[in-house]
């Protein structure tokens, strides 16, 4: 095929292809694009609607504790705090109204009891006059405070002179000191009482009993006072409300970490509305007071998993992001980053792998049609070749049998003197390549008529014998005179068959001129006709060149010839076999070869004996 061609089919094929890869590429990377842009939205989307119901809660609880402040507080709730004069007030800040046990002259008769009582007791160490004295002292107290005060120092006295029954009386009745009587500190006055009564299950109930007492208004006691708390549930051994205690215990170091950081978090808030601001960990959600009011407001702290955990079902999943990657929820909660739970993102690929899909197919496709295409192109364009081949190789034989005609014919019109022998010699040669050409003619008309659709086959009753008789005979001058050695052989009683007297004559007549021009050095060629069951077999016979066994089936194609040095200098045109298998299979036949290079070959014409058998 010319280079030109190859390059134009080349660039027909190929160009589409690469557009159609380039442009499938492209769609792909504008699917993924697309994708990312709609998860990015739906996730906005999803972060807004979070935000909003989140919003919705925590002014829900704003509002409860700024109409109810004595009200039962949210779980979520830390505390509820104010910012002040610049600082963050805790509820549980309040200064102790309590005064130190004897700082003033006010009590003068109970401070003095209790003095000399105190020296009888840590002193003197005379327990009897001390419990006498802090009895005294107690008859003379005025207020709650002092009592208690004068009370315990009595229990302890009462233990060290042994009479513990007393002193576990006296002790219990501390115990049941309301929990506002507190000391200087803060610290309700009945939790000094509590672990003596520790060591009997009567006294670990009560002390029991009163911290969960304190539970309630955890939220006004000091820090010391919930390590006093703590200490005594692990004493009494009650697990759960050591880890309440611990949680709270937590809450206060973390909201001292939040009165420290709080006045840097404050310019964050820029609108006139609340903000609500992430610290810590575990993480609160802290209401920054409005921008207006920078002064003085309230400071809520809400517990954020507490929170999360009340959102709608819709909103399940979402928590607060670890580190810096997350999606904002908004305006009203700046630094608050969310992780949203994973999109379904099936659909989009399954949208990906048809587009892949869909381009392959196209690809291979296209590159199939192109693979038959360029099948097609080169079968006509090798037939185009054999064409252009056969003419010249038809002009050639033409060419060879006429210059003999010629030469002999001349011969004859001038040798006034031939003998009679040589005459005849001469026409017998000028007869021979006659009979040649209109063999050559009757290949390539019958041919035309094939190609054409126009060939028809004369069905007679033919007896076969007679077909390789005549057809031997017409081979046989120009075998004798190359030397060749023409065996025949016929089985005598073959029934005749049905068919074209004259084209199966001429299927017979091209073998043998085959046998002839393939033979090589050899000079015996056969040609048999015998029978099997059903058919009648003419075989031809040769020991010549043999055809390779990959060749054997291309040999009946038009205008093909085995491409070997052998066949160079055969004269042919590539139609001869081509007629023997159009003739043999209009007669219902088949051809059979049977050939080994060098060894020579045997064609077979097999043709059915029908109703004649
Ligand atoms: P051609 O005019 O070339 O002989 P054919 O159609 O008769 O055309 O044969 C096709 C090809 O088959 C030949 O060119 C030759 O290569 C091969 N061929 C046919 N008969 C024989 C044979 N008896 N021995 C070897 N090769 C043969």
Redesign the pocket.
């Known amino acids: 095929m010319p280079r030109r061609q190859f390059l134009l089919f080349l660039a027909a094929l190929l160009g589409p292809c690469l557009f159609l890869l380039a442009f499938g590429l492209r769609l792909l990377d504008q699917e993924r694009q697309l994708e990312q842009k709609r998860i990015q939205e739906e996730r906005q989307r999803q972060a807004d609607r979070v935000g909003q119901e989140l919003l919705t809660l925590v002014e829900r609880i704003r509002l409860d504790l700024a109409l109810t402040p004595d009200g039962r507080p949210h779980p979520a709730v830390v505390f509820v705090g104010k910012w002040r004069e610049g600082r963050l007030e805790f509820p549980w800040d309040a200064p102790s109204k309590a005064q130190p046990v004897c700082d003033s002259s006010a009590d003068s008769a109970f401070c003095g009891r209790l003095r000399q009582a105190e020296h009888a007791e840590l002193v003197a160490r005379e327990f009897d006059s001390a419990a006498q004295g802090y009895g005294e002292a107690i008859q003379a107290a005025r207020q709650p405070g002092t009592e208690t005060h004068a009370r315990l120092r009595l229990a302890r006295t009462l233990a060290k002179l042994d009479r513990r029954a007393q002193a576990r009386i006296e002790y219990e009745r501390v115990l049941r000191t309301p929990s506002a009587v507190v000391d200087e500190y803060g610290i309700p006055l009945g939790l000094y009482a509590a672990p003596p009564l520790l060591a009997t299950e009567r006294g670990r109930n009560e002390v029991l009993a009163l911290i969960w007492r304190h539970l309630e208004g955890l939220d006004r006691l000091p820090a010391p006072a919930l390590y006093m708390l703590r200490d005594l549930a692990q004493e009494a051994g009650s697990g759960e409300v050591v880890t309440r205690l611990a949680e709270r215990i937590q809450d206060r170091e973390q909201a001292v970490g939040l009165q420290r950081d709080f006045a840097r978090l404050m310019p964050v808030s820029r609108t006139p509305e609340p903000m609500w601001v992430p610290f810590g960990d575990p993480p609160w959600l802290v209401s920054i007071p409005a921008a207006g009011r920078p002064a003085e407001g309230l400071v809520i702290a809400l517990r954020a998993t507490d929170l999360f955990s009340r959102l709608s079902p819709a909103a399940r999943g979402v928590e607060l992001a670890r580190g810096n990657t997350g999606e904002p929820l908004g305006e009203n909660f700046p630094g608050l980053l969310v992780t949203l739970p994973a999109l379904d993102q099936t659909g989009a690929a399954s949208r990906r792998i048809f587009l892949l899909l869909a381009l392959v197919l196209v690809l291979g496709l296209t590159l199939f049609a192109g693979h038959l295409l360029w099948r097609d192109v080169r079968r006509e364009a090798r037939l185009a070749e054999m064409r252009s081949q056969f003419v010249s ?1 038809v002009s050639h034989e033409l060419k060879t049998p006429l210059a003999t005609i010629r030469v002999f014919s001349e011969m004859m019109r001038l040798g006034d003197e031939l003998d009679r022998d040589t005459q005849c010699q001469h026409l017998d040669t000028i007869t021979q390549e006659t009979a040649r050409l209109s063999r050559l003619v009757d290949n390539v008309l019958a041919f035309a008529r094939i190609e054409q659709g126009k060939q028809v086959y004369r069905t007679q009753s033919v007896a076969l014998a007679g077909v390789i008789d005549a057809a031997a005979r017409a081979i046989e001058y120009p075998a004798r005179e190359s030397g060749f050695q023409l065996e025949i052989s016929a089985d005598g009683d073959l029934p005749p068959v049905s068919g074209d007297r004259d084209a199966l004559e001429q299927a017979v007549l ?2 043998l ?3 002839m ?3 090589g050095e050899s000079r015996r060629i056969g040609l048999h006709l015998s029978r099997d069951e059903s058919a009648a077999l003419i075989r ?1 016979v ?1 020991h ?4 390779p066994n990959e ?1 054997q089936t291309r ?2 194609e038009r205008f ?3 491409p ?1 040095t052998e ?1 160079e200098h ?11 298998d159009h003739i043999i299979k209009a007669h219902g036949g088949s051809v059979e070869v049977e ?1 080994a290079p060098g060894k ?2 045997t ?1 077979t014409l097999r043709l059915p004996l029908g109703n004649h058998s």
């Open positions: 190789s091209n073998l001129s085959n046998a021009k393939y033979s031809v040769d010549g060149i043999g055809i060749e040999i009946f093909y010839r085995v070997s066949n055969v004269p042919g045109t590539g139609l001869g076999l081509t007629l023997v050939s020579g070959s064609f």
